[in-house]
């Protein structure tokens, strides 16, 4: 048996993506079924859906920033009813016995299964995302959502955006006494500033541009640097704990890593087409910094993100969308022209 939903989705990278049927399997005893309220837009989305990043399956329905509301749960399940609201982020499963699987790090399991374009049983053999009026997910993946429903829409991009940052932040102990960096305020980089402010940190704002300066202090940032001045990135040299690198286009790293204390670090979250200039190794080995990078999060500290957020009032600064407008914003996203966060609204899946 299986359950006929609509959808937003792309037929092949050239084409815009447009209003579908698709199929969902019934949920079976481990299984959440969950009616979407909202779907973030995610930059991944447009790659995919485009087949700019390799490996697209088609129909492809993007989307891995997902809220809303149970409908059934199978007969295995426990911890969630029908009523609840939850979330669904980037994965819908994994091995579940490697050692990442253990630590709860499901997000570097070497099988772990996207939301979206990853393999799996159901129809029509690979996974469709979240532009879908339902999905269906086993228990493992499902996240509690505890702020009020009037902020759902605005939980949404938490699922990507925020665990993207929340996990650096959290792995590199940025706290009370930590001078933190965010490059980039985008929909990465403002919920960077966000949560870096929220767990107590000095946060430093980086951008290109002087018009966004204000716009990253009422962000929560104690300062901004505006990265074209040369005197003021001389200002902040050696003093950073950790700096956060959310530009997902190649550009000099060696202009941040100068800023790191020693024992510093910056980590790297976007994901350029083409890579980075490489960084002059000295710069790493002079003051014992490092370069790192790291992906998403665990389900247990996605789960940890949403219950700080819902504690301290964090959620995304967004634009609510019409399904029908998804091809409109993914133009405006590449132009930057959107503060800070696309969602679409998926009841306008049927109107």
Not at 26 to 41: F, K, R, T
Not at 225 to 249: C, P, Q, W, Y
Not at 309 to 337: P, Q, S, T
Request: include cysteine; hydrophobic fraction near 40%; charge should be negative.
């Amino acid at each position: 048996m299986t359950l006929s939903v609509k959808a937003y989705g792309a037929h092949a990278g050239d084409r815009p993506l447009e209003a579908i049927d698709i199929s969902r399997r019934a949920p079976g005893a481990d299984d959440v079924q969950i009616a979407i309220a909202y779907c973030g837009i995610c930059h991944s989305d447009l790659h995919q859906a485009r087949a700019e990043w390799a490996g697209t399956l088609f129909p492809c329905v993007p989307g891995h920033e997902i809220v809303g509301r149970v409908v059934d749960v199978g007969a295995q399940v426990q911890g969630f009813k029908a009523g609840d609201l939850v979330g669904v982020g980037c994965i819908v499963d994994s091995c579940r016995h490697c050692q990442d699987c253990g630590d709860g790090l499901e997000n570097y399991c070497d099988s772990m299964v996207g939301t979206y374009n990853g393999a799996t049983a159901d129809a029509p053999g690979h996974t469709l995302g979240g532009y879908s009026e339902q999905i269906v997910v086993h228990q493992r993946y499902v996240l509690h959502v505890r702020h009020p429903e009037d902020q759902l829409a605005a939980v949404a991009p938490l699922l990507c955006a925020g665990i993207t940052t929340w996990s650096p932040l959290k792995h590199w102990n940025a706290g009370p006494g930590s001078k933190v960096g965010i490059v980039g305020i985008g929909g990465l980089g403002h919920m960077g500033v966000k949560l870096a402010h929220a767990l107590g940190a000095h946060v430093v704002a980086f951008t290109t541009s002087e018009s966004k300066r204000e716009a990253a202090l009422a962000l929560g940032a104690d300062e901004v640097v505006v990265s074209r001045s040369a005197d003021e990135m001389a200002g902040h040299a050696k003093s950073f704990d950790l700096i956060i690198n959310t530009v997902a286009a190649p550009h000099d790293l060696d202009a941040y890593l100068v800023l790191l204390k020693r024992d510093g670090g910056m980590v790297l979250v976007g994901a350029p087409a083409t890579p980075h200039p490489s960084p002059a190794v000295f710069n790493l080995i002079m003051k014992r910094r490092t370069l790192a990078g790291s992906m998403i999060g665990g389900i247990a500290e996605t789960q940890e993100m949403l219950d700080f957020c819902a504690e301290h009032g964090v959620v995304a600064d967004i634009e609510l969308i019409r399904a029908d407008e998804i091809n409109d914003a993914y133009e405006r996203m590449l132009k930057g022209d959107v503060k800070y966060r696309f969602v679409m609204d998926t009841a306008t899946l049927s109107a």
